[in-house]
């Protein structure tokens, strides 16, 4: 049941503000050499893409408090303008410091855009209402992922400022928000954090510890993928495709966790996630055929659909309200994290696979040691 029904349009809005999470570094890559060039900072391309999680990172603790403290609304308001404006501004920069300090300070917005978005869909909606929604979350996340690479690759043939115009996006859902979204009561949003609520439960460090770890192992594959895909012959657009799928059977699977959650549990749902991990990046390195290749993309993207959202979910339900802000925050830091050390796998000796088979043979550490830590193969254990 919700807590304060905010209505469709307030729901789209703040749906429609989760694809500015993945947006943040997507939009550069189809035109990544030419921007990276133009930018003065070709010898660093790739940190375009990956300045904005590190960004996230260093970010997202000042983020949280923020919003405990000023309120969730008012900070995603904030973010959002200064999203849109950090975004489109680094079209007038040029050379490393003053580009990858924009870059840096794009993370900081998006740490509260993700975290405030987060913690509004909390104050609106609880139990099962509120999973579904971040099950949604999800889900919008991973569409906005396809639609903005698809529109970055568009804009870039055009010339290599235009994609960045997709970050204006942003302050089309500030108006949207502004529009949409009522204000959480102000009693609910920002009330005293008790000596209690402060204290981290050790099922929120799992919860961190467990994003972590998803993250990394799937930017792994997301990292070492096209590298090997090509040695097998197949081509950039084809790569794009596969990826691309990656994400279209991210959004069922996410579409689907609420009710595998019901069925089974948080962490069981969790343990499954990472065992889908496991058989993508193995079959991933031992596989080349197409046929295999999809089967490998389905597996992937259920572990994605069915582990990230749920993270969300679950640090909301172990959070108390006056604190929701600054636990989302790190759970937002655990997240870009992982994505940020999965950059690290470049520096792993041997092959593209030999990188798949080690993320694989994690997965499966992880999901055996939820399986053990919370008897999940006991007779009859179920969460």
């Known amino acids: 049941m919700s807590t304060q029904n905010p209505g469709l349009a307030a729901a789209f809005s703040l749906l429609a503000v989760a694809c500015l999470t993945i947006m943040v570094g997507c939009v550069v890559v189809p035109g990544l050499p030419s921007i990276a060039q133009n930018l003065g900072v070709a010898s660093a391309a790739s940190w375009l893409v990956t300045l904005p999680a590190l960004g996230v990172v260093l970010f997202g603790p000042v983020a949280g408090h923020l919003i405990d403290r000023l309120g969730a609304y008012r900070m995603l308001c904030a973010g959002l303008f200064a999203y849109g404006l950090l975004g489109v501004a680094a079209v007038a920069l040029h050379g490393m410091w003053l580009v990858f300090a924009n870059r840096l300070l794009l993370g900081a917005a998006t740490a509260v855009v993700m975290t405030s978005g987060t913690a509004l869909i909390s104050a609106f909606y609880s139990g099962q209402d509120r999973l579904t929604m971040i099950a949604r979350q999800g889900m919008t996340i991973e569409l906005g992922g396809v639609i903005f690479i698809a529109l970055g690759g568009q804009l870039a043939s055009l010339g290599w400022r235009w994609p960045f115009v997709l970050y204006l996006f942003a302050w089309l859902m500030l108006g949207m928000v502004l529009c949409c979204v009522p204000r959480p009561p102000a009693t609910r949003e ?183 830590a919370r008897g999940l193969f006991a007779p009859g254990a179920t969460r």
């Not at 959650?261 to 058989?279: D, E, I, K, P």
């Open 190 to 372: 920002n009330p005293q954090p008790t000596a209690q609520a402060r204290r981290l439960s050790a099922t929120l460090k799992t919860v961190y510890v467990l994003a972590l770890a998803a993250m990394t192992i799937f930017f792994f594959a997301v990292v070492k993928l096209p590298i090997h895909l090509h040695a097998l012959g197949y081509s950039e657009p084809q790569t794009g495709y596969f990826l691309s799928f990656i994400s279209l059977v991210a959004v069922g699977a996410a579409f689907v966790m609420p009710r595998v959650v019901s069925r089974l549990g948080n962490f069981s749902t969790l343990a499954v996630a990472f065992l889908f991990f496991a058989v993508a990046h193995g079959l991933f390195a031992w596989v080349g055929s197409t046929a295999w290749l999809l089967l490998c993309c389905i597996a992937m993207g259920t572990g994605f659909g069915l582990s990230v959202p749920l993270v969300n979910h679950m640090t909301v339900e172990n959070s108390a309200a006056e604190v929701r802000g600054r636990n989302l925050s790190y759970l937002s830091v655990a997240i870009f994290m992982g994505q940020f050390l999965a950059s690290f796998s470049d520096f792993l000796p041997g092959p593209p696979t030999l990188a798949l088979c080690i993320a694989g043979a994690a997965s499966v550490v992880v999901a055996g040691s939820i399986g053990v």
